[in-house]
């Protein structure tokens, strides 16, 4: 995937309108509310046609949790011998001035959900590597009320890199091993670098938030791009002004949740020289980034030795 000049400002935020969104009195929003879906084609075989009317009361299949007004968990669907599993975010109470916002611009995204679902079609249209959206929608009024919701397809077979990387530490020889670390550590690079190059900024660049199928801890693979999964696309925006801030705390984060089995120091160095590598333009991040990063990095090791369970490897936010 090489950055093309027309895309490089392209915003992840942006919400483009759709045949179908709603047209309606800024009275009748009001009074009665108003929807504002997106969905694939394959969504209403498995999900019915009046899934509008059911999907934030729909129970779920398994894996629940349930955190101030949202929840997020498994939902599997059978249509004859096909099936479809998603992740289903839930957002049951967001704030009244969103949904006050929602109601006089009713074509925008206001919801998590939505907002998620944009990232991730962009994501895709951009050539990176993430989870299908299948479904998003928010649900405005009456008088200022907001929920919204998000359907992303179960990545199959598939595990988070916390826990694959000392799976294939355990399972693999050491020289073999080292292979593994190389061609996993280059993808990592370049997937951070490309999304750097166009000012965009994932927020949460953890561990937990790449996962690679785990076929793959067994195996030595060939060609590692577009092998490990980017999740977690809620907070991705693009920042051209304070892109510097957000470039530290991206890499500050990777390298710091990197501290698991079989992942060394030299592993983080190769890291540093592979992201700095095939920048456009003369556009290299100078080594004066690096103490910004290394500070970072101290700030979050230090935060973590003080609050153990702000460590982002909770099981809900990784299945998402």
């Known amino acids: 995937m090489n950055a093309h000049p027309r895309n490089l400002n392209s915003d992840p935020s942006r919400f483009p309108p759709a045949v179908g969104d709603p047209v309606s009195s800024w009275w009748r929003r009001i009074r009665r509310g108003v929807r504002l879906i997106r969905r694939q084609a394959d969504w209403e075989r498995f999900a019915g046609e009046d899934w509008p009317d059911r999907v934030m009361q729909v129970p779920l299949t398994d894996r629940e949790y349930q955190k101030q007004g949202r929840s997020i968990g498994r939902k599997v669907f059978t249509e004859g011998r096909d099936k479809l599993s998603v992740y289903l975010k839930r957002h049951y109470r967001l704030p ?4 006050v916002l929602a109601t006089l611009m009713p074509g925008r995204a206001w919801s998590p ?3 998620e679902w944009q990232r991730l079609c962009w994501a895709k249209e951009h050539g990176f590597p993430v989870p299908r959206p299948v479904a998003a929608g928010q649900f405005v009024g009456p008088w200022g009320k907001l929920q919204g919701f998000l359907a992303v397809e179960e990545l ?3 595990l988070p890199l916390h826990e694959a990387v ?12 080292a292979r593994w670390k190389c061609g996993l550590t280059a993808e990592l690079a370049r997937l951070a670098r490309e999304l750097h190059l166009r000012k965009v900024f994932h927020k949460d660049l953890y561990f937990c938030h790449f996962y690679i199928p785990e076929a793959l801890t067994r195996t030595v693979p060939s060609d590692w791009t577009n092998r490990a999964v980017m999740i977690d696309l809620h907070r991705l925006s693009r920042h051209p ?3 510097v801030w957000w470039q530290v705390k991206d890499v500050a984060q990777l390298l710091f949740s990197s501290d698991v089995e079989g992942v060394t120091a030299r592993d983080r160095v190769r890291f540093w020289k592979l992201y700095r590598r095939n ?3 003369g556009k290299c991040p100078g080594e004066w980034l690096r103490p910004l ?5 101290n700030l979050y090791r230090r935060h973590n030795e003080k609050k153990p369970s702000a460590v982002p490897y909770d099981r809900q936010r990784s299945a998402a």
């Open 96 to 99: 009244w001035l969103q949904g």
């Open 241 to 243: 002004v304070t892109a």
């Open 279 to 281: 920048w456009p333009g």
């Open 156 to 158: 199959h077979g598939m």
């Open 113 to 115: 959900g939505l907002q």
């Open 293 to 297: 990063v290394k500070w970072k990095w």
């Open 166 to 177: 000392p799976r294939a530490a355990r399972t693999l020889d050491a020289r073999s091993f």
